[in-house]
Each structure stands twice: as structure tokens, then as C-alpha cells.
């Protein structure tokens, strides 16, 4: 069985970035669940550091966006995707995954993590159309923030 990324149905843009970064051969986290993820279905993987967890969920995201362009009117600062991580650092390095995998596409990603000024993050926001957020939590919902209300979680589960 070919474990290749020819063997799947990638966008043509997201297949250009794989290439371009010389990933020939799946891992076997990959090849587990991007069979699935690529179908539109929900997957959990468990695997070691550096076996490609986070290029498997990139992929499924980004290609999700690339084969399914907005047609009506969009809004700035309004994502496509939002992606949230514990840390800052794994931010940082879902980051810089994502910008890889998006390099020959128009999809644009904005990173949202404390201990960066929050006005420059949000004109990040203002400037473009959003395709990807990557944010830590307390940058997303930061303590005292409306979001963080018994209220709003209460909005949001209806």
C-alpha cells in the first residue's frame, strides 16, 4: 500500500506546499486520519512528538478552506477556522505550519498570543480578510473579557 501524498485529494495550492517542503511519504499518524479528515469526519490521534500531528490537522483545515472558497460577502477580522492552543509556543509552531502549508495559497493566517501588544494584534485582524486564527485562550477570551461571563458560555452552548 502507498503511504504517499499523491495518494490523496489535496488542492492543488496545498500539494504545491507539500512538495515545495519535500514531504513525500505520510507518517503513520497521517495516514491514519487524514483518510477520514479529508472525508469531512472527526478523527483523535494519539502520537509521539514529531510524528506530524500537526501538519495532519493543518492539511484537513487547509484544505477544507481551499476547496470551499467564500462565495457571499466576508468580514474582516471574522476567521474561517479558528485553531486553539494550550501554549504559546505550540501558537507559534501551529503558526509557522500553517504558513508553510499555505505558501502558494491566498488564505491568510492571524496569531493571537499574550505577551505581543494587543492593539497591533488586533489591526493584524483589521487588515485582512481572516482565513485561520491560531490563538493561546487567555489572548482569545483574556480574564474580564465578555466571553468569559456565565452568560456568554451560556449563549454559546444554545
Request: proline share 6%.
Amino acid at each position: 500500500m502507498t503511504s504517499g501524498f499523491e495518494t490523496l485529494n489535496l488542492h492543488p495550492q496545498l500539494k504545491k506546499a507539500i512538495d515545495a517542503l519535500g514531504f513525500k511519504q505520510m507518517t503513520p499518524i497521517q495516514q491514519k486520519v487524514l483518510k477520514y479528515t479529508l472525508g469531512g469526519h472527526d478523527a483523535i490521534g494519539r502520537a509521539q512528538t514529531g510524528t506530524g500531528k500537526t501538519a495532519a490537522f493543518l492539511i484537513s483545515v487547509i484544505n477544507d478552506l481551499l476547496h470551499n472558497p467564500i462565495q457571499e460577502q466576508r468580514f474582516r477580522g471574522e476567521p474561517r477556522a479558528l485553531i486553539l492552543a494550550p501554549t504559546r509556543e505550540l501558537a507559534l509552531q501551529i503558526e509557522s505550519d500553517a504558513k508553510l502549508l499555505t505558501k502558494f495559497s491566498d488564505l491568510h493566517i492571524v496569531t493571537l498570543l499574550g505577551g505581543v501588544d494587543f492593539d497591533k494584534q488586533k489591526k493584524q485582524l483589521d487588515a485582512n480578510f481572516v482565513d485561520i486564527i491560531v490563538a493561546t485562550p487567555g489572548r482569545l477570551a483574556p480574564a474580564g473579557s465578555p466571553l468569559r461571563t456565565p452568560q456568554a458560555f451560556a449563549a454559546a452552548k444554545q
